[in-house]
């Protein structure tokens, strides 16, 4: 009788069909070209062999439990830089301009995304979306003024030259601190240039 080892337990494959066996909560099934599946819950893996096929299941989900301690250890301003660096697969060294990977540049990709997700639901999955969508307020705040050049110069100087990861940074700072229209936003803009003022001096 097959045993495969579960966190570190050998546990004995008990049958349920032709194809199917159940290893404690896991269910185990061969599949037509002799790999094998794992599946608990909504998880599923697949391996060459049924103790490979619960290893990588057993992996999925010791990511998916770290993940959900991050998200409940962040604040919506982190879950939200750390959602859009993801999607648009930005690191600390990408560049704001002269990627092939932006449509216009690192800033107006993100901006551009999360005006879609106000304007245009639907066109992403309703979590992402839901993330994205906190950041609107942060949006119009730049347009009006760091994009419109009606804050200090030397803070627009200082944003526009953030990196992609940096600008997602910012952008959270702004949802942390509730900003909830542009009002609000230019008092953030104002504080943050002397804060870059004093570090001048």
């Not at 990511?63 to 982190?78: F, V």
């Not at 804050?151 to 942390?176: E, K, R, W």
């Amino acid at each position: 009788m097959q045993t495969i080892t579960i966190n570190g337990t050998d546990t004995t494959l008990a049958s349920t069909g032709t194809f199917t066996w159940t290893a404690g909560t896991i269910n185990l099934r061969q599949r037509p070209n002799m790999t094998w599946s794992a599946t608990r819950n909504e998880q599923a893996a697949i391996g060459a062999t049924a103790q490979e096929a619960a290893d990588a299941l057993l992996a999925l989900e010791a990511k998916a439990q770290r993940a959900a301690n991050l998200a409940a250890r962040s604040t919506k301003g982190q879950i939200f830089a750390r959602e859009m660096r993801t999607y648009l697969h930005i690191g600390a060294r990408t560049r704001r301009f002269n990627s092939k990977k932006w449509q216009q540049d690192g800033h107006r990709d993100i901006l551009n995304l999360i005006a879609e997700a106000n304007n245009e639901p639907g066109m992403r999955n309703a979590e992402r979306e839901a993330i994205f969508q906190t950041a609107y307020a942060a949006l119009c705040s730049w347009e009006k003024h760091i994009d419109g050049y009606r804050a200090d110069a030397v803070l627009v100087s200082h944003i526009n030259n953030m990196t992609p990861y940096q600008f997602c940074a910012l952008l959270g700072d702004m949802i942390d601190a509730e900003i909830s229209n542009a009002g609000e936003g230019e008092t953030f803009f104002r504080t943050m240039t002397g804060r870059i003022y004093a570090q001048a001096a």
